[in-house]
């Protein structure tokens, strides 16, 4: 019989990926599913991305690489960075891995055992909570309620907080709310943050480049220059550039623990694909106009989904402010019945019966740490998004 670890007893796989392929199975079913559970662009990757990767094949770089990632690699993250943040990060500041999935994995498996807690405000990314478990520490989290924009205050952050607490997980813009911190509510967490020099933080800004405000997204470390030691940027090139299935993700920040994470990565996975390193480089150093204009196609769709799902009876949305997916409340249709007598007690009720009668694929907000919600991704096309909404629409009129 197989002995399973204790690290491994202790997680889940990923809600968000399980009900993709809950949808995928469905549809090959024959099922007619409108899926809206995707967290990955619907773009392809730019053929000079493509391009220059088939080159560095030609050129022979399929080899190991450095451990913390090629050297053009970290230099055009580092001069990225300096844009965005206006921080110097030097080489041995940066690591490249597997997806910035890893980057935050590995953080956790350098940084975190049993006994350290780890704060994550909810609704939160689905793996942060099962990724501290695996580590054995403990995920702490706290509800950010809607009537705070989803975002963290002074009050539920200092009550969170404990010698015990290790790091403060912020992903800003957010997956799955698209709320971002402006300067002065960045202010309020970071302030909190110099007061315990215990509590590092972990920023998740994967989607720093799907934003609908017209403003550039706020790093903590330009807020406040006194938590640069003790903050670490993730980032990668999956969502900006439609390059999820290429895996690379990079962390900055202080030496010791990028060294830490070397160590480890080095041990793990020794490097990230080489060509997929050589395929961000020519993301991250080529022509950005893409960007620009797929924001501006997430922003027409995230605005469709916005105002279509407020005409559904019970639902309220949020307009998202960057990155591609919408929170919808679905509060207004908890204790409603269905046609067929069954009453709709949770988030996680409504979302199997719109799948079951309507054939829409969304994902229950239980997964994200906050009720009653459901998370839909924008991430399709306007006449998907559209029958999807309408679907919906439909599902919550046949409710009384
Ligand atoms: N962080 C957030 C908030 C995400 O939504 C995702 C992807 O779904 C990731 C990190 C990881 O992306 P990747 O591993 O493809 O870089």
Not at 97 to 102: H, P
Not at 245 to 270: D, K
Not at 297 to 318: D, F, H, I, M
């Amino acid at each position: 019989e197989l002995k399973l670890a204790d690290r491994i007893k202790r997680i889940k796989p990923s809600p968000s990926t399980a009900a993709a392929d809950r949808a995928r199975q469905l549809r090959e079913e024959g099922r007619d599913i409108v899926n809206l559970t995707v967290g990955e662009p619907d773009f392809d990757t730019p053929d000079s991305v493509k391009k220059d990767a088939c080159d560095a094949i030609m050129r022979g770089e399929t080899k190991y690489t450095a451990v913390p990632g090629i050297l053009p690699l970290r230099k055009a993250i580092a001069d990225r960075l300096k844009k965005t943040t206006g921080v110097d990060y030097g080489m041995n500041q940066i690591t490249v891995s597997n997806g910035g999935k890893q980057v935050i994995f590995n953080t956790l498996m350098a940084t975190v055992g049993k006994g350290d807690e780890v704060i994550i405000p909810a609704p939160f990314w689905v793996s942060y909570p099962d990724m501290v478990l695996a580590c054995g520490g403990t995920p702490v989290i706290v509800p950010c309620g809607e009537e705070t924009g989803f975002k963290l205050t002074t009050e539920a952050l200092e009550a969170a907080i404990t010698p015990n607490s290790r790091w403060l997980i912020l992903n800003s813009p957010s997956n799955p709310t698209g709320a971002i911190y402006s300067a002065k509510e960045m202010k309020v967490v970071t302030d909190v943050l110099m007061r315990h020099p215990q509590v590092w933080l972990l920023t998740d800004d994967i989607y720093d480049e799907i934003v609908f405000t017209g403003e550039k997204v706020v790093s903590p470390v330009a807020v406040e220059p006194g938590l640069i030691d003790r903050t670490f940027l993730i980032n990668g090139v999956s969502k900006t550039y439609a390059m999820t299935g290429w895996r690379i993700g990079y962390g900055a920040g202080p030496v010791a623990l990028v060294t830490a994470i070397n160590t480890l990565q080095s041990q793990m996975a020794s490097c990230a694909s080489s060509v997929s390193q050589a395929a961000a480089v020519s993301a991250l150093t080529g022509d950005q106009g893409f960007v620009a204009e797929w924001l501006e196609v997430y922003k027409k769709r995230s605005e469709l989904a916005t105002s279509l799902l407020n005409k559904a009876p019970g639902l309220t949305c949020r307009a998202s402010e960057g990155s591609f997916y919408v929170y919808p409340g679905c509060e207004g249709v908890l204790g409603k019945k269905t046609p067929d007598g069954k009453v709709i007690e949770t988030d996680a009720d409504f979302v199997l019966y719109i799948l079951e009668t309507e054939g829409v694929a969304v994902i229950a907000g239980n997964a994200y740490g906050l009720s009653p919600y459901f998370r839909i991704s924008v991430a399709t096309s306007e006449d998907i998004i559209a029958d999807g909404c309408k679907r919906i629409i439909r599902a919550c009129e046949a409710l009384s």
